[in-house]
């Protein structure tokens, strides 16, 4: 059986300011995100992107998903504590940031940006979705450094079991990088394909949708369970499964539809040859 390494959280110390693996981690996935938007801009010039738009969404995404993270995890998995510890709602070198929380506040961010810049949300959103999954895949490192957000108790005979002194003395599911392998690697690798050729408006955003929906869901059946305000639904699902559930329902009707558009406008030029008008 694997035991936790058990990391120092303090990844380097200068004087009295302390840089934190899980602070690195954010700062990773920022600069990864400026390394591939500017490779998936030049690779589809036809977007219209360039270093400074870039640059400009990624200023509003920083606020929206850090915000947005330590507010879904107030106001979804913990909120009982943060209310009695109000003060530790702003403790974010403890960790506790929320997916699904970042998410909605990217969403409002992007929201924002578009207004501001005056681009459509879905083109937005079709943008930088497949930037999206190393920057998950590095959080979910920084979990694993931090020994948090450990998996359910696991056969010892499996060789990759893992023990995690801080928490007990049971062998675990290390499903920190079973997400960094899932809704990080491989739905990088997936979106990156899916999004190297022309897809109809909401495709991309709809794959994504779905893809990590469904990645998050399967994972949650291995990592230990959360508290949260949807644990009592029922069904025996975690808080964060219910708040995938309406990401894979949105994300099909999202590529659905990017679909038909995709079909009706194939089919209008072919119309168009029969009817003899001008497209």
């Known amino acids: 059986m694997l035991i936790h390494p ?3 959280p303090i990844a380097f110390s200068i004087g009295p300011i302390s840089a934190r693996w899980y602070g690195l981690t954010y700062l990773f996935a920022f600069i990864c995100f400026i390394i591939l938007g500017r490779l998936h801009a030049r690779r589809r010039p036809e977007l219209g992107w360039n270093a400074q738009s870039i640059d400009d969404v990624l200023f509003y995404g920083i606020f929206g998903v850090i915000i947005g993270a330590r507010l879904g995890e107030v106001l979804f998995f913990q909120p009982a504590h943060y209310f009695a510890q109000p003060s530790d709602i702003f403790a974010l070198w403890k960790g506790g940031m929320s997916f699904h929380g970042g ?11 578009g207004r501001r810049h005056g681009r459509g949300f879905w083109e937005i959103t079709d943008f930088i979705a497949p930037m999206v999954p190393i920057g998950l895949a590095a959080g979910r490192i920084g979990n694993f450094i931090n020994g948090e957000l450990w998996g359910r108790p696991m056969s010892e005979a499996l060789p990759w079991a893992m023990c995690y002194p801080r928490v007990d003395d049971l062998p675990r599911h290390p499903s920190q990088l079973y997400q960094a392998a899932g809704e990080g690697l491989l739905l990088f690798i997936l979106l990156w394909w899916f999004a190297s050729r022309p897809r109809p408006p909401r495709a991309v955003s709809g794959f994504f949708l779905t893809g990590y929906g469904t990645l998050r869901f399967i994972a949650e059946f291995f990592r230990h369970p959360d508290p949260g305000i949807f644990s009592e639904f029922g069904l025996g699902w975690t808080t964060a499964q219910w708040l995938c559930l309406p990401m894979i329902v949105i994300g099909i009707f999202l590529m659905v539809r ?9 089919q209008a030029p072919l119309l168009d040859k029969k009817t003899g008008s001008r497209s």
Not at 258 to 266: T, V
């Open 6 to 8: 058990q990391f120092d």
């Open 103 to 113: 998410f909605l506040g990217v969403l409002v961010a992007m929201w924002f940006y």
């Open 258 to 266: 990017a679909l038909f558009i995709g079909l009706n406008r194939k």
